[in-house]
Nanobody, 126 residues
Framework: HVQLVESGGGSVQTGGSLQVSCTAY????????MGWYRQAPGKEREGVAA????????YYADSVKGRFTISRDNTKDMLYLQMNSLKPEDSGMYYC????????????????????WGQGTQVTVS
């Protein structure tokens, strides 16, 4: 049984930094795509960033390029999202997602075709 647990959300002022983490339990596949999505009240879910563990390719939404960095510690089954220069529009519930890297990383992120999702962690920028 696969379980994803996010942590590290919180409140920060505009221009500040925050790191959110995701721990994957029970996931044994080696070629995995893991990503971060966010959703603010009244807005559609947005794919923020993703990484493929096999080849190391990454994806970033245009809105976060140059400010956010996704990384993964395979030895600990941990996924991280370092967020710098935060803006109020970065606020929302951040969700971790994972599945086999069945398609191109852009396809997976834009389609949201992940089989496993976490419960989310709230990020508020004011």
């Amino acid at each position: 049984h696969v379980q994803l647990v996010e942590s590290g959300g919180g409140s920060v002022q505009t221009g500040g930094s925050l790191q959110v983490s995701c721990t994957a339990y029970g996931y044994t596949y080696t070629d995995v795509c893991m990503g971060w999505y966010r959703q603010a009240p009244g807005k559609e879910r947005e794919g923020v960033a993703a990484i493929v563990t096999g080849g190391g390719s990454t994806y970033y939404a245009d809105s976060v390029k140059g400010r956010f960095t996704i990384s993964r510690d395979n030895t600990k089954d941990m996924l991280y999202l370092q967020m710098n220069s935060l803006k109020p529009e970065d606020s929302g519930m951040y969700y971790c997602a994972a599945d086999r890297a069945r398609w191109d990383i852009v396809v997976m992120m834009t389609s949201g075709a992940f089989g496993f999702w976490g419960q989310g962690t709230q990020v508020t920028v004011s």
